[in-house]
């Protein structure tokens, strides 16, 4: 078990520089036609995660590329307390957002702290939502340290992230994020740009949603999502583990999810998309193709 540890470290380590300008919840960017796709990516990363994604759908769905603010240079919002909620407002504005810009049913995708992010708007707002595809994340990231966790128990360990986070030194932030990444990418070649988008994320921001991360539990909530669900979840020789221990992690996980369809992708790190690309297209064409079968 122990690369199940090494994955909530390395999300949980993640280095980054400060700012403190205000800003909106997200940045987005839209192109291409159709029905329409969120694309949510995970803790300190950026929109561009999905660049290869982008490629294969804007010519047949309108995608909405999002960035939480603070992630990857975009501009953080005014500095939230340490143990201020980072996601949950996120959610709020992206449901304001569906509203204001007449989404209909959109499909909602999300790596990490962005599929907790879809998990939350399904259970949240359920009519706002088609389908949700999460990709490596959990209801409840604790249980990757502890199957048994509950938010109280997480919090002194969440706590400790946090202001770990928060007291690192600037010279350590880039060895540290490349060895963060290096355990989260299997794919050497697409290490760099997620090390320079952890760099280029600002710190309280981080450290905020670490600890949020930490202590939020969804498993209450996922029986209120309505839409059909997929969770992709990641498994390699190099975790450490047997593949059987973490369908049975993902399963636990996920039992109270009335339409969860869970798929494992072998040979791939944390970054499924970008260490398993076929594997990873084959499953968002799959997750999209059965909403356009049911399309009038």
């Known amino acids: 078990m122990q690369r199940i540890l090494g ?13 403190a300008e205000a800003a909106p919840p997200f940045a987005v960017t839209v192109e291409g036609k159709g029905p329409d796709v969120i694309l949510i990516p995970g803790l300190a990363s950026s929109q561009h995660v999905w660049d290869a994604t982008a490629k294969d759908l804007a010519g047949r769905y309108r995608l ?60 949240r707002h359920p009519a706002q939502v088609g389908r949700v595809l999460v990709v490596d994340a959990l209801p409840f990231y604790t249980l990757l340290m502890n199957p ?20 690192q030194a600037p010279e350590q932030a880039r060895p540290m994020q490349e060895a963060v990444i290096a355990r989260m990418a299997k794919t050497e070649a697409a290490r760099p740009a997620l090390v320079e ?48 221990a973490f369908d049975t992690l993902f399963r636990g996980a996920y039992a109270a999810a009335p339409r969860a369809r869970l798929e494992r ?10 260490d398993q690309p076929q594997a990873f297209r084959a499953a968002v064409e799959r997750f999209l193709g059965e909403a356009e079968a049911k399309r009038p």
């Open 64 to 123: 909405h590329r999002v960035t939480l603010a603070g992630f990857a240079g975009t501009r953080a919002p005014e500095a939230p307390a340490a143990e201020g909620a980072v996601v949950a407002p996120f959610v709020e504005a992206l449901s304001v957002y569906i509203e204001a810009n007449g989404l209909k049913a959109p499909a909602v995708i999300g790596h990490s702290l962005g599929g907790e992010a879809a998990l939350m708007l399904a259970a």
């Open 7 to 19: 994955i909530i470290a390395a999300l949980l380590a993640l280095t980054v520089v400060a700012r």
């Open 197 to 244: 988008d952890g760099l280029a994320s600002d710190r309280k921001v981080v450290a905020a949603a670490v600890y949020e991360l930490m202590t939020t539990d969804l498993r209450p909530e996922l029986g209120r999502i309505a839409a059909p669900l997929t969770v992709l979840y990641a498994w390699d020789p190099a975790y450490g583990a047997p593949a059987e």
């Open 148 to 167: 048994a966790a509950t938010v109280e128990s997480a919090k002194p360990q969440a706590a400790a992230m946090r202001d770990g986070l928060l007291r």
């Open 265 to 274: 992708v072998d040979g791939s790190f944390h970054f499924i998309m970008l």
